[in-house]
């Protein structure tokens, strides 16, 4: 689950991940929404895009992996791609934005939450002390975003600082390598004898 | 924390990693010992010679991390290298074997525990059973060998297979690198205002 406040370059990070050809054994998880398709979008590769009595329809039904509506339209994780490709042995790259992430992290206890964070947040609070070159309302709104964002940061695994996408991707990349190695995933290879 | 069964070859995977020029914010910890020093053996460099007075005043006095008797000599980890250490702001490599292993992990809760695991381990019960040109004794044997190291690896946080040593040091330097990213280690450098 790559996921992160508004802003911080989930789809960009996303999108780089998607088109290294190392991650063949990495899928992005198309979402479904009912938003209207946009000039040279295909269904299926960009949304799987749905009707609203659809799409309330999955939900009803509990097809739905994680949803949120934004402005009138739906937009959600469905459930049986994300099975679909697991169960094909592959990962599942979920791009979400955090009220989605946290409905995932309850029906997902094995799921890896990663949380890209913007370059600026960690010095944040030190450089608006020092500095002291803004105006107090402004300093105040930076500092309570980052106090927001820094909260929403403790409900995952890993912070991925997003200051290069390179490096972004390469940090993501070794986490998935590391999480692969663990003994919690790997102990049932050593157990069965199938 | 780097551990796994006898024989599995820790100790040339410590090497490789410690020859590698990126760890440069890795330090291996030497261990202390009571046994002779073998001729180009260099104190505090292979290891701490101390006598047995010496490492049982330092087991007393609550300085040893970890420590074991081996055929009339001990070795052990003292702890005040492995601070001094950290708070320099280092990572530190313990080679050690499991049952040290299991003391440190009740002492260090926020340490990464490895088990390098021998390259049969995995398809051992499979191939066991496929080919069957062993006799009974053998397998029976082996087969208890292999579930009492399986059995070990539940302790750990990642199994790492040491087909070959290039490829164990590059997992392990990416387990490495993305437990540096884990929120629970990094939440501190945006809390804190120092």
Redesign the interface.
Known sequence: MLSGPSGVGKGTVRQAMMKDHHHQDLQYSVSMTTRPKRPGEVDGVDYYFRTKEEFEHEIKNGGMLEYAQYVDHYYGTPLKYVNQTLDAGKDVLLEIEVNGAMQVRSKCPDGVFI?LTPPD??EL??RI?NRGTDDMATIDKRMQKAAEE?KM??N?????VNDKVELAVD?IE??I???H???SR??D???S?N
Not at 156 to 160: E, I, L, N
């Open positions: 949380f947040l960690q609070r030190q002390i820094i940061m403790t995952y695994d890993y912070a991925v940090r070794k986490i390598a590391s999480e190695l663990r003994v790997v102990i290879q050593y157990t004898f």
